[in-house]
């Protein structure tokens, strides 16, 4: 039978072991999110390079900062439009008179 001295020992290296598990582990879950959040914000520059190519293509030049707020009540007017159930676009009714 081991003495109480040598139960504790091993109990405390027991500890110590998970201890240095449970660092591991966090260590492995702070790179894991660094590299979730690296993936988020190279999905979010993308999407914001793709719209600002998509807003110049439209524009037929680049965007200018005298464009940013005619652009912005653009966006909010479209916005109102689609959450108060309005058709953002009318159909042309195509007549042959």
């Keep these: 039978m081991k ?3 040598e139960r504790i020992a091993e109990l405390n290296a027991k500890k110590e072991q ?3 598990e449970l660092a591991e582990l ?3 879950e702070k790179k ?3 590299e979730k959040k690296a993936l988020e914000r190279k999905a979010r520059t993308k999407r914001l ?3 600002g190519a998509i807003i110049e ?4 030049r680049p965007v200018e900062e005298e464009d940013i707020e005619p652009i912005k009540q653009l966006i909010a007017y479209y916005r109102n439009k689609k959450l108060s159930g309005q058709p953002i676009l009318k159909q042309q009714s195509s007549t042959n008179e």
Excluded at 57 to 60: N, R
Aim: charged residues 35%; positive net charge; proline residues 0%.
């Design 49 to 51: 390079i793709e719209t």
């Design 26 to 28: 966090k260590a492995k």
């Design 18 to 20: 998970k201890e240095k």
């Design 3 to 5: 003495s109480y001295d």
């Design 57 to 60: 293509s439209v524009l037929g």
């Design 32 to 34: 894991l999110l660094q």
